[in-house]
């Protein structure tokens, strides 16, 4: 069974920091591109940060410097470390194998100003 799970989120004070994790099973996983996307309350998703099965690494303007996206091949699992993060980082996070329609189900992270 193909599955994404992210885990990880929560309630933070800003400038403080979170890491996500998402754990993937049913794929290739050391063979697939992998991304963070986010979606805050009527706002369209948007793609936060992506990493090759190479270990190219890609981020969103907003959060370059400040998070950043890893990869264990061996457990199958894709990071995203955030850092100094901001009330506007206030979103749903979701995993996704790039160029598929596999997305997690998303963990919310909560930024207090």
């Known amino acids: 069974q193909v599955q994404l799970v992210e885990s990880g989120g929560g309630l933070v004070q800003a400038g403080g920091s979170l890491r996500l994790s998402c754990e993937a099973s049913?794929?290739?996983?050391?063979?697939?591109?992998m991304a963070w996307y986010r979606q805050a309350p009527g706002n369209q998703r948007e793609l936060v940060a992506a990493?090759?099965?190479?270990?190219?690494?890609n981020y969103a303007g907003d959060v370059k410097g400040r998070f950043t996206i890893s990869r264990d091949n061996a457990k199958n699992t894709v990071y995203l470390q955030m850092n100094s993060l901001k009330p506007e980082d206030t979103a749903v996070y979701y995993c996704?194998?790039?160029?598929?329609?596999?997305w997690g189900r998303g963990t919310q992270v909560t930024v207090s100003s």
């Open positions: 049913g794929i290739t996983f050391s063979f697939d591109d």
């Open positions: 990493i090759s099965r190479f270990g190219l690494k």
């Open positions: 996704n194998v790039i160029r598929t329609e596999l």
